[in-house]
């Protein structure tokens, strides 16, 4: 991957939700320099050190903005469980909505050229108290504040990362400089693979220790094959909760628990809670979730990335939360030629729109 060497040509990158730094790596990889960092976390606090660097670790709403340097580029992946459809669903109801408010308060103050948002799919379908979506007001308070936004979900997949991956991305671009954002184009790959994605993992890398299964998982996952699912679990071996599933799959929209994908399937998502039945967490041949080190190649983190936190599940945490650095790499390439103006957005808007 390029880093750019020549710190004149840096842009100022400031990162807030930071996490352990899945989208400040790419960022980073592609030559943005750093300049403010934030977490609250303490797992994510310790592995972004280790890694990226300097990170202040405090709550953001204790953030005065003139703590914060001046940058190019304003991310901040806020946190996910409020809008997520696996989550609670209580949105912006939730205390932790109001965390995007925090967002604009420092967009306004620092006025970057650009500003990225990450977050779960469910924002797009989330209703605000008042009936309207969600989507619509962050765009709305983005627009109030002087930025033109494009939002779209995208597969990781299509920008190189081994997993089929959704995530909504929002990008703004500060009206003045009279731009829009275009998405980049996907990339086509035949090396996404758990084959080629697990491919020379080598006993004594760093993280290549799992998180071990409950001791009802383990009981049931040597029953299902690769490439297979629950659906391959004998009845009378199946928890009394799914066996009433079972009876009823339609109603129940037939799930597809405990899903263990094939050495030649891409992966599907790894989520923070990292759990065999919702996630597909285990490893295609052998009856064990993945290694610390192998879900963090499926999210693209390099090798020689290392995770430190305070327990196993907090490492599967902080890498199901990031930002792949390889889709975040993708973004921040594409925001760095919009805003040297070397991409042709009109033209290749009209492409995509001929597509559509
Ligand atoms: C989805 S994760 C961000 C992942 C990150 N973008 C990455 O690529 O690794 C959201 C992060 O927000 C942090 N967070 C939640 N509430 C916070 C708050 N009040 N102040 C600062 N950080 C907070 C969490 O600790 C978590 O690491």
């Not at 977050?119 to 983005?142: A, P, Q, T, Y």
């Not at 891409?266 to 192998?294: F, K, M, Q, S, W």
């Given at each position: 991957m390029r880093v750019i060497k020549d710190v004149q040509t840096m842009f100022k990158l400031v990162s807030l939700f930071s996490g352990c730094g899945g989208m400040d790596l790419g960022f980073h990889q592609y030559g943005y320099n750093i300049v403010f960092a934030n977490d609250i976390d303490n797992d994510a606090v310790k592995t972004y050190r280790k890694n990226l660097g300097d990170i202040v670790q405090k709550d953001i709403k204790e953030i005065h903005e003139d703590e914060i340097p001046d940058c190019d580029v304003l991310t901040a992946g806020f946190p996910c469980q409020p809008f997520s459809s696996a989550g609670n669903r209580k949105g912006v109801a939730d205390e932790r909505g109001?965390?995007?408010?925090?967002?604009?308060?420092?967009?306004?103050?620092?006025?970057?050229?650009?500003?990225?948002?990450?977050?779960?799919?469910?924002?797009?379908?989330?209703?605000?108290?008042?009936?309207?979506?969600?989507?619509?007001?962050?765009?709305?308070?983005?627009?109030?504040?002087?930025?033109?936004?494009?939002?779209?979900?995208?597969?990781?997949?299509?920008?190189?990362?081994?997993?089929?991956?959704?995530?909504?991305?929002?990008?703004?671009?500060?009206?003045?400089?009279?731009?829009?954002?275009?998405?980049?184009?996907?990339?086509?790959?035949?090396?996404?693979?758990?084959?080629?994605?697990?491919?020379?993992?080598?006993?004594d890398i760093p993280n290549s220790e799992h998180w071990k299964l409950s001791p009802q998982s383990q009981e049931i996952v040597p029953y299902i094959k690769e490439g297979g699912s629950w659906k391959d679990i004998p009845y009378d071996k199946l928890p009394e909760r799914m066996k009433k599933i079972r009876d009823n799959i339609k109603k129940y929209k037939s799930p597809n628990f405990y899903r263990?994908?094939?050495?030649?399937?891409?992966?599907?998502?790894?989520?923070?809670?990292?759990?065999?039945?919702?996630?597909?967490?285990?490893?295609?041949?052998?009856?064990?979730?993945?290694?610390?080190?192998?879900?963090?190649r499926i999210q693209s983190f390099p090798d020689d990335f290392v995770f430190e936190a305070g327990s196993i599940a907090g490492m599967y945490k902080i890498i199901g939360n990031a930002v792949p650095p390889r889709l975040a790499y993708a973004i921040a390439g594409q925001i760095s030629e919009i805003l040297e103006g070397k991409v042709n957005v009109e033209e290749e808007f009209a492409e995509q729109l001929a597509i559509l």
């Open positions: 109001t965390l995007f408010h925090e967002c604009i308060r420092i967009i306004k103050k620092k006025k970057p050229q650009a500003v990225v948002f990450e977050n779960v799919r469910g924002i797009l379908s989330i209703k605000n108290d008042d009936g309207n979506k969600l989507i619509h007001s962050i765009e709305r308070m983005m627009d109030d504040v002087g930025y033109y936004v494009e939002y779209k979900l995208v597969k990781a997949s299509d920008y190189g990362v081994p997993q089929n991956r959704y995530r909504v991305l929002i990008v703004g671009l500060r009206k003045d400089l009279n731009k829009r954002f275009v998405f980049p184009k996907p990339i086509k790959s035949d090396k996404l693979t758990l084959r080629h994605t697990l491919n020379n993992l080598k006993p263990r994908y094939s050495w030649d399937e891409i992966c599907g998502t790894i989520t923070a809670a990292a759990t065999p039945e919702n996630c597909g967490i285990l490893h295609p041949t052998e009856d064990r979730r993945y290694t610390v080190r192998e879900i963090a």
